[in-house]
T-cell receptor, first 109, second 114 residues
Framework: TQLLEQSPQFLSIQEGENLTVYCNSS?????LQWYRQEPGEGPVLLVT?????EVKKLKRLTFQFGDARKDSSLHITAAQPGDTGLYLC?????????FGTGTSLTVIP | NAGVTQTPKFQVLKTGQSMTLQCAQD?????MSWYRQDPGMGLRLIHY???????DQGEVPNGYNVSRSTTEDFPLRLLSAAPSQTSVYFC?????????????FGSGTRLTVV
């Protein structure tokens, strides 16, 4: 059973379009993190959200933590080819850190 | 540059062979872990350590051993390689308080078992 469900699994869009990807669970979390992984590299931390309803912005990326702290979304405005990659959400249960299966984003120039 | 260093980057093993994947970090992180990444399965935790001399199992520990004799190093040993262990392996580290600080990942080891 996957602790974190991400959707969509794959997304291919044209440069300049907007998109939203989702991370959902049936469990409540104290915090949630988003990572981006480029081909041939390890994931890189983008943001941590800890408060229900929290919104954080990182340039064209907007991250939201659900009010009930069971889900999160990542919205990208005016996607660029450099946004291409695998987007992973992650959270911990005690000392174990779990990742979702990811959304693979391709931005076509 | 400070970070997590994994060696080797690529490795091909025959079924039944053993090997050690190396991982070293120079950030004085207490927490270190090993993940494997397979298509459609995401990153799955193999083993982790919260400090020197302390290790514990993750989701998929069978067939792997770890030890943590120093803060810096966290090697992963494959005891008798099997084709099911073909995967990309990532080492990651963090300060304790992982949910606050997040992971720093190495660039991975791509392992093929034939």
């Amino acid at each position: 059973t996957q602790l974190l469900e991400q959707s969509p699994q794959f997304l291919s869009i044209q440069e300049g379009e907007n998109l939203t990807v989702y991370c959902n669970s049936s469990s409540v979390f104290s915090s949630l993190q988003w990572y981006r992984q480029e081909p041939g590299e390890g994931p890189v931390l983008l943001v941590t959200v800890v408060t229900g309803g929290e919104v954080k912005k990182l340039k064209r990326l907007t991250f939201q933590f659900g009010d009930a702290r069971k889900d999160s979304s990542l919205h990208i405005t005016a996607a660029q080819p450099g946004d291409t990659g695998l987007y992973l959400c992650a959270t911990n249960t005690g000392n174990q850190f779990y990742f979702g299966t990811g959304t693979s984003l391709t931005v076509i120039p | 540059n400070a970070g997590v260093t994994q060696t080797p980057k690529f490795q091909v093993l025959k079924t039944g062979q053993s090997m050690t994947l190396q991982c070293a970090q120079d950030m004085n992180h207490e927490y270190m872990s090993w993940y494997r990444q397979d298509p459609g399965m995401g990153l799955r935790l193999i083993h982790y350590s919260v400090g020197a001399g302390i290790t514990d199992q993750g989701e998929v520990p069978n067939g792997y051993n770890v030890s943590r004799s120093t803060t810096e190093d966290f090697p992963l040993r494959l005891l008798s390689a099997a084709p099911s262990q073909t995967s990309v392996y990532f080492c990651a580290s963090s300060y304790l308080g992982l949910s606050t600080y997040g992971y720093t990942f190495g660039s991975g080891t791509r392992l093929t078992v034939v």
